[in-house]
């Protein structure tokens, strides 16, 4: 149907929708969310459905779509909502360093809590209200420090890849323990009859403290060298125009 005959223009944003929706929104699409969040939390993302959100409301699926149009919608509410959870420090932050500490430490704890966020956050997803009111505020607080626009949009990238790979290698390690856990001990995987052979002394090291890296201090120290390396950036840069001045 052609939209100007109709009356109504098809509706192409999540936000759009959220927007036009205004007052007479009765957290209906709120409830769908939450839902939808605890289900990717017992499930994983691809538990997550309009007919599984709509069974777990005592509701109908059509229903829901008189509220969310669609799986895309919904996966983009659902990603917007997980940004609500960054906690910010109440009197602020006092240097970049303290605000970037904060950014990969929320973003460590929010991947922990629900380890499918990466995947959704890797896919097509549109950002939201609260995607870019939180990458606002970061902005503001790295700016005023002395991190230009193109430092701090590298600085924010690195992080979230790092952590996202740090908080991967935790989760595999829970699991791959869980698992051993149920395996007999004269059972050993290929791999490790091979490492017990002796022939491979260093890799053999190497996979043992892989184990004790993937721990608060390991972030700790993997964090501080990524700062680290931002910060010897920073006075590189600032060399120049000190020797422009004293000149």
């Known amino acids: 149907m052609n939209p100007s005959k109709s009356g109504k223009s098809r509706i192409s944003s999540t936000w759009q929708a959220t927007i036009d929706e205004g007052k007479r929104n009765e957290l209906t699409r709120e409830r769908i969310v939450q839902a939808g969040l605890a289900l990717a939390d017992r499930g994983g993302l691809g538990a997550v459905s ?43 932050f006092s240097d970049w360093r303290s605000t970037l500490g904060h950014f990969a430490h929320e973003t460590r704890d929010g991947f922990k809590r629900h380890p499918w966020a990466a995947s959704l956050r890797a896919s097509d997803i549109e950002y939201g209200p609260e995607c870019i009111r939180t990458l606002e505020k970061l902005l503001e607080s790295l700016l005023p420090f002395g991190l230009d626009m193109k430092i701090a949009a590298r600085a924010l990238g690195v992080l979230f890849v790092f952590v996202n790979g740090f908080v991967a290698a935790e989760t595999a390690n829970v699991t791959r323990h ?36 993937t721990d608060d201090e390991g972030f700790e120290r993997a964090l501080n060298w990524i700062l680290d390396g931002i910060e010897a950036e920073l006075h590189t840069r600032l060399q120049p125009a000190k020797s422009k001045r004293t000149a």
């Open 50 to 92: 309009i007919r599984r959100i709509a069974a777990e409301l005592g509701s109908s699926p059509m229903a829901l779509y008189h509220h969310v149009p669609s799986k895309r919608d919904l996966l983009n509410l659902i990603h917007d909502e997980l940004s609500c959870e960054m906690r910010w420090a109440a009197g602020g």
């Open 178 to 213: 869980a698992k051993h856990g149920r395996v007999a001990a004269h059972q050993p995987r290929f791999s490790e009859a091979i490492l017990k052979t002796g022939r491979f002394p260093n890799t053999a090291r190497f996979v043992e403290m892989g184990d004790q890296l």
